[in-house]
């Protein structure tokens, strides 16, 4: 397990709320709740002491909208993804589900004769919460059956995404389910229920005369 994966885990907790048990004659079958990943969020700065902290590293579980291949994909293209669990901190949802985020195609290679496979390069780029933009990056790794769709998925410091599949065209599934992870750490202020974009800290010491 790597260090970054350990550090997420870490970090929160699921929290997935149980449906209600049903009472007598009650007909209704009960509504499950989104699932949440609840982050224990650190001390916030002094400059900011009623901002929630998401600290950087933390997982956001993303689900691709519309299938990414070679046969239609270039490279520079982004594609969408959507938030498949909110992120809480303080009792305060501060990335919903539903918000979408972008990765960009950085390498195609196509599918060819005698079983050469279909591949692409891709990295997340950032989700968006309202006017706010949230960098993300992030690694994962899935395999299919042998002989059929392969995807592999892998990450160097954070960064690309490998996608293979044996034989056939290389593919980004819908639907396909992966974490990515703040690229650094994310100050909300629950009073006006935005993202607070971090100033430079000011300096303690005079500049010289």
Known sequence: MSARRALGLALLSLSVASAAHAQPGATAPATAAAPQL??????????YPDALVLPKDTPVRL??????????????????????????????????VGAKAFGEVTMIRENGALG????????????????ARIPISGEEQTKGNAGGDRVVMAAAAFGPFGLLARGTQGKLKAGAIFNGYLESETLFDPRTSSFITREAEPSSSEPPS
């Open 116 to 131: 050469r496979s279909g591949k692409i390069g891709a990295r997340l780029l950032y989700i968006e919460v309202g006017e």
């Open 63 to 96: 689900m691709v909208l519309n299938e990414v291949n070679t046969r239609k994909a270039k490279v520079g293209d982004k594609f969408v993804l959507r938030v498949d669990e909110n992120v809480a901190a303080g009792g305060t949802t501060i990335i919903p």
């Open 38 to 47: 609840v982050v224990a969020a650190p001390v916030p700065p002094p400059s």
